[in-house]
């Protein structure tokens, strides 16, 4: 079993709507989590961390957790062009500074 | 502030040769991370250093891959010799103790021909 996991592909959103997004980890112990954006040919620059149960929000960014089911999300509202990108979940397993990555879901907002 | 710096940010090599790949990490950062990056496997740590002791390199897909830290400001990533399954994208990140949050550099591509 993989540490984290993004099985969504690509997802195709109107401007405007709301991108969701999914992401499942294994290790229960795991205490925070992260989401990158990675725009084509660049490198993952980090959006958003969240370590407790429940929802933070910045911005139009919004970050679930839900670790009773070992989940997290991330919800983009009012969805630009510019938000178009791979969105890359990470998990710190916990007990150094490791991060486990998933694959990625890419995101194509359409104008 | 300079953020993580890495070179070459393209390097194109025949099957064979050495290659070697340098970063530089966020100064105060105790903590180097080498990735690489392709389409099929995504982001793979490779190995990570704290305070330039290599803490873990299961992720080394084996002996050709080796990485130093001989001094807080530089790191090596070295392939030898390079085969075209090494071409993908590497990164090196680094994070400060403390604090889980990584940054990335621009991440090396190398072809392998």
């Known amino acids: 079993q993989k540490e984290v996991e993004q099985n969504s592909g690509p997802l195709s959103v109107p401007e405007g709507a709301i991108a969701s997004l999914n992401c499942t980890y294994s290790?229960?112990?795991?205490?925070?989590f992260f989401w990158y954006r990675q725009y084509s040919g660049k490198s993952p620059e980090l959006i958003m961390f969240?370590?407790?149960?429940g929802d933070k929000e910045d911005g139009r960014f919004t970050a679930q957790l839900n670790k009773a089911s070992q989940y997290v999300s991330l919800l983009i509202r009012d969805s630009q062009p510019s938000d178009s990108a791979t969105y890359l979940c990470?998990?710190?397993?916990?007990?150094?500074?490791?991060?486990?990555f998933g694959k990625g879901n890419q995101v194509v907002v359409i104008p | 502030d300079a953020g993580v710096i890495q070179s070459p940010r393209h390097e194109v090599t025949e099957m064979g040769q050495e290659v070697t790949l340098r970063c530089k990490p966020i100064?105060?950062?105790?903590?180097l991370f080498w990735y690489r990056q392709t389409m099929m496997r995504g982001l793979e740590l490779l190995i990570y250093?704290?305070?330039?002791?290599?803490?873990?390199d299961s992720g080394m897909p084996e002996d050709r891959f080796s990485a130093k830290m001989p001094n807080a400001s530089f790191s090596t990533l070295k392939i030898q010799p390079s085969e075209p399954r090494d071409s993908a994208v590497y990164f090196c990140?680094?994070?400060?103790?403390?604090?889980?949050?990584?940054?990335f550099g621009p991440g090396t591509r190398l072809l392998v021909l």
């Open positions: 990140a680094s994070s400060p103790i403390g604090r889980e949050t990584q940054y």
């Open positions: 290790d229960r112990g795991s205490q925070s």
């Open positions: 969240i370590y407790s149960n």
């Open positions: 990470a998990v710190n397993p916990g007990g150094n500074n490791r991060l486990a």
């Open positions: 100064s105060g950062h105790d903590y």
């Open positions: 250093f704290n305070n330039n002791v290599p803490i873990d």
